[in-house]
């Protein structure tokens, strides 16, 4: 699809890459997010097999590595020379999100129970979806606005 999606594009070779084809990994497995979410949530009963949520976390991790990789890419194209910092600042909201996920996950865990915490995640997934193709869509605006970004 990537290899499609760059002949489209009309790629020479050795020239900058329009950094919003690098969104199309994003763009194609944000859908699955909430799927798998809703998946791993409602298939946790003892009367489901483990196979089942086994396959809910495998296609989790398939869908987060093509979502971060697409991230980062379009991150480093986007940014040039300046990305490190770029990179450095979504890795630390990251992992500030992270830190307060662990802080409120017990507790949600522990109030509405595993199904309905899925749930809930998954129905932020849903709100979240539609990210990448706006990016794709209004990432050369933003990158206009912004004295870091590169010049296409």
């Known amino acids: 699809m990537y290899s499609r999606a760059r002949q489209r594009t009309n790629h020479k070779p050795r020239t900058p890459v329009d950094p919003e084809s ?6 194609t497995t944000a859908p699955l997010l909430p799927i798998v979410l809703f998946w791993l949530g409602w ?5 489901i097999s483990i196979w089942s949520g ?15 990789v697409a991230t980062y890419e379009y991150i480093i194209d986007s940014y040039g020379e300046h990305s490190a910092v770029a ?5 630390m909201a990251r992992y500030f999100i992270s830190g307060g996920m662990v802080l409120a ?23 979240l979806t539609p990210a990448p193709l706006l990016f794709w869509k ?14 296409d």
Request: a positive charge.
């Open 22 to 27: 690098r969104l199309w990994p994003a763009i």
């Open 43 to 47: 298939t946790n009963y003892p009367s």
């Open 54 to 68: 086994l396959g809910a976390c495998f296609a989790f991790g398939i869908v987060i590595t093509a979502m971060y």
């Open 87 to 91: 990179l450095a600042s979504i890795t």
């Open 105 to 127: 996950a017990r507790p949600m865990y522990n109030a509405i129970g595993v199904h309905w915490t899925m749930t809930w995640l998954g129905c932020i997934a849903v709100l």
């Open 138 to 151: 209004y990432g050369r605006r933003l990158r206009e606005r912004s004295p870091y970004a590169t010049a």
